[in-house]
């Protein structure tokens, strides 16, 4: 199993990215796909979540409102779109899935909720986003 995050860059401050998140060798429309960061001298954080269908995403606080998770199970891959870019969001971005009931809604909850690293069956090398003038 491979999940490969792409797209990062230096960006200037209240510009976009789009990361991908592209995977191979598992059943990609079985896993729920979310997407952690983390910052220099912090600990990796959940911030949004997506479940296996793409019916139902969750956002933290953080990010709700300037970041959109989506996914493309046609072609194994999930999607951030982030807007509004600040300084803050300066950090190493990482996508992980997870299979568990009802598409990964716990498991979405958990990580959005209270930023948990549990529960994820894979995880992709990271991609680094530069918030920077």
């Known amino acids: 199993v491979q999940l490969q995050a792409s797209g990062g860059g230096l960006v200037q401050p209240g510009g976009s990215l789009r990361l991908s998140c592209a995977a191979s060798?598992?059943?990609?429309?079985?896993?729920?796909i979310a997407w952690f960061r983390q910052a220099p001298g912090k600990k990796r954080e959940g911030i949004s979540c997506?479940?296996?269908?793409?019916?139902?995403?969750y956002y933290a606080d953080s990010v709700k409102g300037r970041f959109t998770i989506s996914r493309d199970n046609a072609k194994n891959t999930g999607y951030l779109q982030m807007n509004n870019l600040n300084v803050e969001d300066t950090a190493v971005y990482y996508c992980?899935?997870?299979?568990?009931?009802?598409?990964?809604?716990?498991?979405?909850?958990?990580?959005?909720?209270?930023?948990?690293?549990?529960?994820?069956?894979?995880w992709g090398k990271g991609t680094l986003v530069t918030v920077s003038s």
């Open positions: 997506i479940i296996n269908g793409g019916t139902a995403t």
């Open positions: 060798g598992l059943t990609f429309a079985d896993y729920a």
């Open positions: 992980a899935a997870a299979r568990g009931p009802y598409g990964g809604r716990r498991i979405c909850g958990l990580v959005t909720y209270s930023g948990s690293t549990d529960g994820m069956d894979y």
